[in-house]
Nanobody, 121 residues
């Protein structure tokens, strides 16, 4: 059972920004890190960024380094993904999921509905 909610997706022009949120306040699942993944039709989920709760260590996919920022608010139990300089062709559905900190940052639970990010040229 998915116990978190992704939000913040929408339509944005290339070069624009969006901020995604992942609310895990209802989750009783024990995890030491959360990650954002994305999926395009016909492909598997791809790790975008991960953050561990205690120290705020971060991990980014090479394709988003310097453009995306992952952050968390421990009190609100929310993880954010600030996406800047979005690229044309970057349309994907974004999901959050708990992960174990460390390669390969594999998702630990079933996927939720995600939030759709559509980037127009």
């Amino acid at each position: 059972q998915v116990q978190w909610t992704e939000s913040g997706g929408g339509l944005v022009q290339a070069g624009g920004s969006l901020r995604l949120s992942c609310d895990v306040s209802r989750s009783s699942f024990s995890r030491d890190a959360m990650a954002w993944f994305r999926q395009v039709p016909g492909k598997t989920h791809e790790l975008v960024a991960a953050i561990n709760w205690s120290e705020g260590l971060t991990k980014y996919a090479d394709s988003v380094k310097g453009r995306f920022t992952i952050d968390r608010e421990n009190v609100k139990k929310t993880v954010y993904l600030q996406m800047d300089s979005l690229r044309s062709g970057g349309t994907a559905r974004y999901f959050c999921n708990p992960v174990l900190w460390g390669y390969p940052f594999r998702a630990l639970n079933t996927w939720g509905q995600g939030t759709l990010v559509t980037v127009s040229s």
